[in-house]
């Protein structure tokens, strides 16, 4: 598990890096909210970041 919570947001984007898809997601546990982010093609965490407040 990268990060427990709620899923507040989700979306496949285009990334130069790894298969050439992603999935992120923004994740909600309380006052945190962790940007997740998954290689469409291999599953692996590509990203697990703490995003600042007040970040889309």
């Known amino acids: ?5 709620r899923i507040a947001d989700e979306e496949l984007e285009r990334e130069k ?3 050439g898809l992603r999935y992120s997601f923004d994740i909600v546990a309380g ?3 962790q940007e997740v982010g998954v290689d469409a093609k291999t599953a692996k965490v ?7 407040p007040g970040a889309d």
């Open 17 to 19: 890096a790894g298969s």
């Open 31 to 33: 006052r945190v909210r």
């Open 1 to 5: 598990m990268a990060f427990p919570g």
């Open 46 to 52: 590509a990203e697990n970041d703490r995003e600042s």
